[in-house]
């Protein structure tokens, strides 16, 4: 069986020149900092789900789906790119960046009718 995700976040992280770690949902447009790339991703994490719940009190799916500057999803196709070619010559990856997702929530429905599903 496939483990597939459909329609992931896409997740850019990269290191910032004093060394912090940001993570960026291009999708929403929200952001998570930290000392390491984990804890930027896990604070990002946390503001996707604030941001849904948000959206969900507010019976406002808009307040969703606002992108990124397109500068960071250009960024994130190249470092996929670079990530995949260093995979396929057996060479380590830039330790500087990472590009992926998380999975967007199986079910999200307030009373109102406001519904975010997937799958």
């Not at 790339?37 to 996707?48: G, N, P, R, T």
């Not at 010559?89 to 079910?107: L, Q, S």
Request: charged letters at 25%; glycine letters at 8%.
């Amino acid at each position: 069986m496939v483990d597939f995700c459909e329609s992931p976040i896409s997740v850019l992280g990269f290191q910032q020149k004093d060394g912090e770690w940001a993570s960026v949902a291009l999708e929403l447009d929200l952001w998570g900092y930290g000392d390491t790339k984990e804890e930027s991703a896990q604070e990002l994490l946390d503001m996707v789900n604030m941001q849904l719940g948000f959206a969900e009190y507010k019976d406002n799916p808009d307040l969703i789906f606002r992108p990124a500057p397109v500068e960071y999803f250009q960024i994130f196709a190249e470092v996929k790119a670079r990530f995949l070619r260093a995979k396929a010559e057996h060479e380590t990856p830039d330790e500087h960046y990472f590009a992926g997702g998380f999975p967007f929530p199986n079910n999200i429905e307030n009373s109102n009718g406001f519904a975010v599903i997937n799958g």
